[in-house]
């Protein structure tokens, strides 16, 4: 099978500058390239950006660059349509049409090279899963106990009331899973080619998404996020971090 990597950043950020900004002596984007560099794994490497910062320091780590274009490089694009983007461009330009890629997202240093070669390996097992993708448990925020307002300034639930009764304590409810944002590994043919049949809302992924279990994720989204990584990156090598994939 062809298998490719897409890192993927934008420059206009909340945050500016973020992908540059350095955390525990290296830059923020230079974690997820260090680590798809050193993926055996991979017959090409690419990376999508409109910051031409970003795209030539990845062009020194060896990627294929891909400038992308400012129509969907704006704070409400989509990230599939970026995806569409790099896809075509690696078709037409390299005759590469990869049957798994990684998306890899910028903006984390929560990102290890065991981690992304194991999700290939499920895809590789197993053809009928359309993407595997990183998760962690989270308990408080289960949608049970979400709400929203509604037209009469009113908190509601998001869904019919369930027939059975609903516990206030959290130990109690069904395991929660939220989707990690450092990297997503695609089965091509049976996710972003049947984006039509897929999950909401990252219908291009599929509707057989397996799950990656990881203890913890953050991504960068201020300052705040710049000194947790920090702290991560200090402690993780000092203990064994929990992970796996969930069956």
Known sequence: MKI?????CRGDNTLSNKHLRKISGKKLIEYPLSEIKNC???DKIYISSDDIKILNLAKKYGFTIIKRPNEISRPNSQHVDAIKHALNYMEKKDG????????VLGNTVYIKKKWIEQSIKEIIKNKKISSVVPVY???DHHPYRAKHVNKDGFLKNYFEKPKDEIS??????????FLCHNFWTLNVKES??????????WKFMGNRLLPLYLETHLDVHNRNDLT????????????KIRWGVLK
């Open 168 to 177: 206030t304590n959290r130990q109690d409810l069904p395991k929660n899973y």
């Open 96 to 103: 590469f049409i990869p049957d798994i890629l990684v998306v």
């Open 228 to 239: 947790l990584c920090k702290k991560w990156l200090k402690n993780v090598n000092k203990k």
């Open 192 to 201: 972003i080619q049947k984006e039509a049949k897929g999950d909401i809302p």
């Open 40 to 42: 055996d794994i991979f």
């Open 137 to 139: 448990l989270n308990q």
């Open 4 to 8: 490719g990597a897409l890192l993927t």
